[in-house]
């Protein structure tokens, strides 16, 4: 928890119904946000999105990995003969 934080910044989050989200920020950070033509709550937003993004590419990811964990190797000329078969189709 910041010391001296007096703002409190409400988030509205875009989903089927929107929920408040509050984030403290010292009151520095506050003075030097107002200086910025920025809507905050949309910025916020989007950084959320990305992360959530970020974190589902993630996990895609290591579940792929656990699916090539549990494979067995395949041979150059099993996946070259896939590729001609596809061709031929």
Known sequence: MFIGVTFWYVLWVCMEQQTVITVKVPQEMKKKMKQI??????????????????????????????IRKRSKPTSTEEIVAWIREGRER
């Open 37 to 66: 033509d920025v809507n905050w709550s949309e910025y916020i937003r989007e950084c959320v999105q990305k992360k959530i993004d970020q974190e589902k590419k993630r996990a895609a990811f290591d579940k792929l990995d656990e």
